[in-house]
């Protein structure tokens, strides 16, 4: 099993900064692709950012450009830094981990955090 915790989200004005991060524990031998997911009252979750072992990363499109996201092996802890930030990036943030070594659907994978809620005022 692994288990995520994140942090690090909050209120923040339009065009600030935020930086979300996952710590994950547990089986991490088991975790290679990890991400950010992000989910609006009435909306689907949505990829935000996913990065994999290796660094690939892969962004949602409504965040390329402003969102990056990265990775500490050493210390199992993957970090999604937010600027520029828009009302409509309002929305609760999931950090997710996988054993795949890429994974791009929500449904691909298998352990989540609670997650954290962002909110940006205009």
């Known amino acids: 099993q692994v288990q995520l915790v994140e942090s690090g989200g909050g209120l923040v004005q339009a065009g600030g900064s935020l930086r979300l991060s996952c710590a994950a524990s547990?089986?991490?031998?088991?975790?290679?692709?990890m991400g950010w997911f992000r989910q609006a009252p009435g909306e689907q979750r949505e990829l935000v950012a996913t990065?994999?072992?290796?660094?690939?990363?892969k962004y949602g499109d409504s965040v390329k450009g402003r969102f990056t996201i990265s990775r500490d092996n050493a210390k199992n802890t993957v970090h999604l830094d937010m600027n520029s930030l828009k009302p409509e990036d309002t929305a609760v943030y999931y950090c997710?981990?996988?054993?795949?070594?890429?994974?791009?659907?929500?449904?691909?994978?298998?352990?989540w955090g609670q997650g954290t809620q962002v909110t940006v005022s205009s």
């Open positions: 997710a981990a996988d054993r795949r070594w890429w994974a791009v659907e929500a449904a691909l994978y298998t352990y």
């Open positions: 547990g089986s991490i031998s088991m975790v290679n692709a």
């Open positions: 990065i994999n072992r290796g660094a690939t990363t």
